[in-house]
């Protein structure tokens, strides 16, 4: 998967390393909901500061459009702080002069948390100037964001132009975890993929049907799927404007690879409360909406994970959000939970529907990052990984 450099390469005692790690977590009444992504960065924070390094720390956080407060990173510092037991300098600007001069004050072993890196604009233009502005903060650059490595913005790829960089611990494992399924997978090699929308995942569907043996296939997306085989799904979600497309794929010499529910929980309404009724595949009611794979599907899928040997999982298989409609995400994440093979789980959703469930730790890896990790798999190479090329070649 390319070549790059790593923290065992480098030296980072008494010098400043800027890290960007990905601490894009959900913020619900001021305080972080989630700190599944904060977690995981910690070790790496850890490694930095025990090294005697000044640790400054970067990440975007939502999607500001301008500098809204909301959006700002102090609830994300008191978190890191919390969870890491150390304490967190939280700066109120990205980057330029007052930031220069807290960090060449800092000591080693600090760490300081630049603000959201969205708040400016130059971040997702990977404009030159703020990569120049990101550099100046720092003798190492640390690209430990496997959650934005597919994005070229200033903070991920722009950096890496104008300071020594290397990948970071987190980064090499969730590469090295999906990379290992694409290069040799053992077989029987099953994909499960569900989610809202057939369009994100339609490359992804491309370019692994080839490799697995089994590709079971829920969530809204089975609904364009189980359209193009020409039943009548409803008002389930359809992306009429891919119907054509899928048909090639359950066409091409792969299409019987890939697995339907068989039956359908569908509802009156899209709602928490909705009624709910298990249908056949072939009689959903004409004003009524798929919402989870019925329960017939669900015991199938799950017979086959356990049967397979490797299984890659992106996509809740319903609207797991409501417990009316969580029964079939929560039989494949057990299934695939308490099989013994090599499984890897991707996508914010999926993972937050594993975590919902208490099952987190149960896989061989969980990945973080949800697009860049269907990018991975699509066999597309990842800007913020080919950016760290340069430095591994001399
Ligand atoms: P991930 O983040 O794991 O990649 P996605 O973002 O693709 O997953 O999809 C997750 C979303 O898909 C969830 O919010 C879930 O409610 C929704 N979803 C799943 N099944 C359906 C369905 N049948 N109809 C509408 N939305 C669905
Ligand atoms: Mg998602």
């Avoid at 090294?51 to 970067?58: F, P, Q, S, Y």
């Avoid at 980057?95 to 220069?100: A, I, Y």
């Avoid at 364009?224 to 359950?250: I, P, Q």
Wanted: with cysteine.
């Amino acid at each position: 998967m390319g070549k790059y450099l790593t923290l065992d390469d480098v030296d980072v005692a008494g010098r400043r390393v800027l890290i960007r790690a990905d601490l894009n977590v959900p913020i619900a009444g001021g305080a972080v909901a989630d700190d599944f992504r904060i977690r995981a960065s910690l070790p790496t924070i850890v490694r930095l500061r025990e090294a005697g390094a000044t640790v400054v720390v970067c990440s975007h956080l939502g999607r500001p459009k301008d500098r809204e407060p909301e959006f700002a990173m102090g609830p994300v510092a008191d978190r890191l702080a919390e969870v890491g037991g150390f304490p967190v300098r939280k700066l109120d600007a990205v980057v330029g002069p007052e930031v220069e001069v807290a960090v060449e004050a800092a000591a080693p072993g600090e760490v300081l948390l630049l603000e959201n890196t969205r708040f400016e604009l130059g971040e997702k233009k990977n404009d030159p100037d703020l990569a120049r502005g990101f550099a100046a903060l720092a003798d190492v650059f640390v690209l430990d964001a496997f959650g934005s490595a597919h994005r070229a913005h200033a903070s991920t790829v722009g950096v890496a132009d104008h300071v020594q960089s290397v990948a970071g611990p987190l980064l090499v494992q969730e590469v090295e975890g999906i990379g290992s399924l694409l290069a040799d997978p053992p077989h029987p090699f099953t994909v499960v993929l569900g989610g809202a929308k057939v369009s994100d995942k339609l490359g992804v569907i491309k370019s692994l049907l080839p490799k697995v043996d089994m590709m079971l296939i829920g969530g809204g997306m089975c609904f364009t799927l189980l359209e193009a085989e020409g039943y009548e799904v409803g008002s389930s979600l359809v992306e009429e404007d891919r119907l054509e497309e899928v048909r090639g794929v359950l066409a091409s010499g792969y299409g019987d690879r890939i697995g339907l529910p068989d039956d359908i929980a569908v509802a009156d309404r899209f709602a928490a409360d909705a009624e709910r009724r298990v249908v056949a595949r072939d009689a959903i009611p004409g004003d009524w909406m798929g919402l989870d794979i019925g329960p017939d599907t669900a015991r199938a899928f799950a017979a086959a994970i356990r049967g397979s040997r490797a299984v890659f999982w992106n996509g809740p298989m319903g609207v797991f959000e409501w417990e009316r409609f969580r029964e079939g995400t929560d039989q494949v994440a057990r299934a695939l939970t308490d099989h013994a093979g090599y499984t890897v789980v991707g996508g914010g959703d999926s993972v937050a529907a594993l975590r919902l469930l208490g099952l987190e730790s149960e896989v061989s890896h969980l990945s973080t990052g949800g697009g860049a990790g269907l990018e991975m798999l699509e066999g597309k190479t990842l800007p913020g990984l080919a950016a760290l090329e340069k430095w591994a070649e001399n």
